[in-house]
Structures are given as C-alpha cells and as structure tokens.
C-alpha cells in the first residue's frame, strides 16, 4: 500500500487538543499566520471565523481523529518561503496566540518544520524531476 505524502501533519498531543476544541467549537481550520504580532504561529479558528481568499493555499489536511479532517492554509506569497518544507502542527505550554482557539487553554500551537525529502518534493512538483 502507498504513502499518502503530506505537507502538513500533526503531533498526538497537538490532535488531543483538537479534539477537546473541536467538542467546545465545532469544527475547525488552521492559517498559518505569516508573522507580525504573532510571529510565525498556526492559528487556530472555528470553520467560517477565519475567511480564506484566492490568495490562500491549502497545503493539505491534518488528521485529528476526529469525523472530518482539519484544513491547513497559508498565504500564497508566504507559501513561496516554504514550498520546499513541511510543517508539522504541535502544541506546548504557554499563551496561545491572539484570537486562536487555544488561547484560553494554557497552551499554544506552534509549527515544527524540516525540508521535504526528494520524493516530496518531486510529488508536490517542486523538486527537480518536476522542473
């Protein structure tokens, strides 16, 4: 049976939290923030809170265990940064970000990131056989 290649994935411990907000706020989406006040942090908003735009990519889903996967975006001109990477959603103690879910919750997602293997980046056409 095949891989199913991502770009973005979540911890265990990340997919918890999911599920506890998700029960609190009904289904829910991720944008990863491009900066400014919140650095580069993934925000988390209830579905139709956060309105994406033709300028946001959806760099995939994200199994929480729950009934219906968590969509990640990012904007496009962000995206041109970090095409060749892959993120990783978790979450660690401390003050969640502005107007992110899990800000009440005494903890805060955040992104762990490395760089897409070769078959990665081939697959997502930003590797050489793709040029």
């Known amino acids: 049976m095949a891989t ?3 770009r973005v994935d ?3 411990a990340a997919a918890a939290l999911l599920r506890d907000l998700t029960a609190r706020h009904g289904p ?4 990863q923030s491009g900066g400014c006040c919140d650095g580069s942090s993934p925000m988390c908003y209830p579905v139709g809170m956060f309105l994406t735009g033709p300028s946001d990519v959806l ?8 009934d219906d996967p968590i969509q990640v975006f990012m904007s496009e001109s962000q995206f041109e940064y ?3 990477t892959h993120l990783t959603i978790d979450v660690v103690p401390g003050r969640g970000a502005g107007f992110s879910v899990e800000g009440p919750t005494g903890m805060r997602f955040l992104i762990r990131s490395r760089m897409l293997t070769e078959e990665e980046a081939v697959a997502f056409g930003v590797g050489a056989a793709a040029e």
């Open 59 to 66: 760099l995939g889903t994200i199994d929480a265990g729950l």
């Open 4 to 6: 199913q290649l991502s």
């Open 28 to 31: 829910l989406m991720f944008h």
């Open 10 to 12: 979540v911890t265990d």
């Open 82 to 84: 970090w095409k060749f």
